[in-house]
């Protein structure tokens, strides 16, 4: 009898380092998966992160590239609206000059 209690005792203490032996896989398991997944995670987030970066820095030049449009029709419409207002006067801006020419002639003869 004695030896059967002992021998129940050394069994149910196996089993006891059998589950406490599978617990620790488990829990060596689940550890590993979940920084797996972490990692995971990590790598999706600096992805994001870097589309959200090439996507702002796309819009900035789009909108940057619309100013400068903006700006430079601004200048040749200015350029233009300049050009006509100098071809309108330029008979009377060349007689202008012709006569103080005429009259410099004059002067120095």
Known sequence: ???????????????????IDEALSEKERLLSSAKLEADNLIIRAHADIEEYRKKRLADARDDAAKKRAAILKE???????????????????????????????????
């Open 1 to 19: 009898m004695k030896v059967d209690v002992l021998k129940s005792i050394k069994r149910i203490e196996e089993e006891y380092r059998t589950r």
């Open 75 to 109: 200048g040749e419409e200015r350029a233009a609206a300049m050009r006509a207002r100098g071809r309108k006067n330029l008979e009377s801006a060349v007689a202008l000059l012709l006569t103080r020419f005429k009259e410099q002639l004059h002067v120095t003869v």
